[in-house]
């Protein structure tokens, strides 16, 4: 069965701002897939559809066959729990130390009450101390979150989903603010934890060598829709070049995590 | 980065707005003068001089005198409790509704967003709690802690209690209001990563929100406690314990040597208390 089904799935925010102008995407559970295209072409929003952040303004999205259009409630939450996210931010909170960042991807099978207590005395050192090792930094498990380096914190955000143990992993643009060679090591831990754990790996990429060296699947996204859909090996340069055509890159532009972001206007 | 799709702003076109404002604060500001009787002369007329010299006159030296000063210990605990104990029950109040009257915690953004599309009823339920807290807060803050205090003293009967219950329902007001304005301001990203391990909200307010804003609603809480203390320092003119009780006796008795000796203690409690929460707020 597929684990995620989108049919024509756009997603339009205030001010007639296009996102996604029509999506349709099977995803069959353990693939790995990478996503590739210039930026404000809609990726992040994508993302934000697929962990159920965001609702698509029209079109249809099943994950494991049910209509996330019903999910509400305990039953929203209960699916979200299956889907673990790496951000582009790391989207840590800042404040805390790193064990209770970590242990914040158990909240969503914890009592309300114990993730309290957590708070004061953490509930379950030993796994999160084993995450933080997985991913080369468990000496930093009492540090404050706002004292880690850039890559670092993003090695903590990675923890944080091998907590939540997840069957799906999406990541967004996981590596753009670290350098070249810790961005191939970042993309090679998420693959090793999806092919040893079974996950389904999604990631948006800015890198299109790091792309095509480590997926099976790559699907070029521009102007909110799917442009092309292939193995890296299909890939052509000329494919790249009418993807990332007519986009230049501007001082400070970035992938729209907005509310109301600045994507390409469709008119 | 932000760009806002299409910038609706035409400068060339000249608003006569700014003109209309300044001419409205301008007559707002003459009439109030007229009107509230501002009459600086009184101080330089004869009548007027000597009162003051009076009353100035009669505060030196101030009442030093041990029993007078024996008497004044219960007092200034009392309020100093007052002030501590509304503070609490202010926290117990503004703390809850606070939250609740937070607009992205409660009915907008991203946390409300999934949840409420496609269902009108979930949206409604949450959009009348946030209108029902936020009027709440207003209904608690609109009423001075004067007033609160006299009903109260109505209700309950002199002494400390309708202080306490005073301070504690003005300020939860106010703590309530600002709280919500504090939670407001944080940044969402975090709160949507938490959101999307499957927490709730409260998890979400306790992991994210909270320690984001941690400092800012320390102070706050602290700043309210000191003004927590003057005004309650003054809630005993109306019978509700304190200081105030007694400056209201001395007043009346014209003892403005004990008067003046009560505006010392005041002024070192008030010190203290600031002293005490820069310490606090030095450790954060």
Known sequence: ?267 | MKTPARLSFNNSEKSVFPYLFGLLFVLTLADSWRRVGVDLLVFFERQGRENIVKFLGGMFPPDLSSGFLALMVGPTLETIQISVMGTLIAIALGFPIGILATRNFSVGGILNEADTAGAPARFALRFSIYCFARGLLSFFRAIPEFVWAFMFVRAVGLGPFPGVLAIGVAYGGMLGKVYSEIFEAVNPRPLEALQSTGANKLQIFFYGWLPQVFPNFISYTLYRWECAVRASAILGLVGAGGLGQQIEISMRMFNFNEILTLLIVLFLMVAAVDYISAKVRAIL
């Not at chain 1, 099978?109 to 207590?117: C, I």
């Not at chain 1, 069957?167 to 643009?173: P, R, T, W």
């Not at chain 1, 699947?217 to 909110?224: F, L, P, S, Y």
């Not at chain 1, 009418?242 to 600045?262: A, K, R, V």
């Open chain 1, 1 to 267: 069965m597929e684990q995620y089904r989108l049919e024509k799935v756009a997603k339009v925010f205030s001010r007639q701002q296009i996102a996604l102008a029509g999506i349709d995407l099977s995803v069959r559970p353990g693939e790995k897939i990478a996503f590739i295209g210039p930026s404000g072409a809609g990726k992040t929003t994508l993302f934000r559809l697929l962990n159920l952040t965001l609702r698509p303004s029209s079109g249809r999205l099943w994950l494991d066959g049910d209509d996330v259009e019903k999910l509400h409630g305990k039953r929203l939450r209960e699916t979200r729990r299956k889907i673990g996210t790496v951000y582009q931010q790391h989207n840590l909170v800042p404040r805390l130390k790193v064990i209770h960042n970590v242990l914040s991807g158990r909240l969503g099978r914890w009592s309300t009450a114990g993730s309290l207590f957590s708070l004061l005395r953490p509930l379950d050192v030993e796994s999160a101390h084993q995450a933080l090792k997985q991913v080369g930094i468990e000496e930093k498990i009492f540090t404050r979150t706002d004292e880690l380096s850039g890559g670092q914190q993003q090695r903590v955000a990675i923890a944080r989903v091998l907590i939540q143990n997840p069957e799906i992993v999406l990541a967004d643009e996981p590596v753009s603010s670290v350098d070249p060679s810790l961005a191939t090591a970042i993309v090679r831990l998420l693959i090793e934890i999806s092919r040893d754990m079974h996950k389904t790996l999604l990631v948006n990429l800015h890198s299109v060598d790091l792309a095509l060296e480590f997926f099976p699947r790559v699907i070029g996204i521009k102007n909110g829709a799917a442009v092309f859909d292939l193995t890296p090996e299909k890939i052509t340069d000329g494919l790249l070049e009418d993807l990332y055509s007519g986009h230049f890159p501007q001082n400070g532009e970035d992938d729209i995590t907005d509310e109301n972001p600045s994507p390409p206007v469709l008119q």
